[in-house]
């Protein structure tokens, strides 16, 4: 494989990961904090609304930082834009709903 079709690969998953699309967290984060939040519930008890939202931040970050390394400076340019701030913003209201709903049991560990 190239290099230029694994960066391209690398960036292709971080867009995936990355707050900069609309239907990321419903379809992609949110899944992977819940299944992570839930396993490491079962280790350790009374953990699962700390690590659903340390996993659905890491997601998100993870997402930026290889969009870095795969695109480079445009993902980052793109990021720190406007929209950029909105995405943070989104992120941190969506942290806040989640802690809501998994304080009053509404979502649960399976």
């Known amino acids: 494989m190239t290099r230029k079709f694994l960066l391209g690969l690398v960036a292709f998953i971080g867009w995936l990961l990355s707050p900069l699309t609309w ?3 419903a379809f992609v984060n949110i899944p992977i904090a819940y299944i992570s ?3 490491i ?4 008890p009374r953990s699962f609304l700390a690590a659903f939202l ?3 931040w890491f997601t998100n970050v993870l997402g930026i930082i290889m969009m870095y390394i795969g695109a480079g400076k445009l993902a980052a340019k793109t990021f720190m834009s406007n929209k950029g701030y909105a ?3 989104t992120i941190l209201v969506y942290s806040i709903i989640f802690g809501i709903v998994i ?3 509404i979502l ?3």
């Open 103 to 105: 304080g009053y049991d």
């Open 37 to 39: 939040a839930s396993f």
């Open 23 to 25: 239907w990321n967290d």
């Open 87 to 89: 995405v943070i913003l």
């Open 41 to 44: 519930n079962r280790f350790v």
């Open 108 to 110: 649960k560990p399976f």
């Open 54 to 56: 340390i996993s659905y």
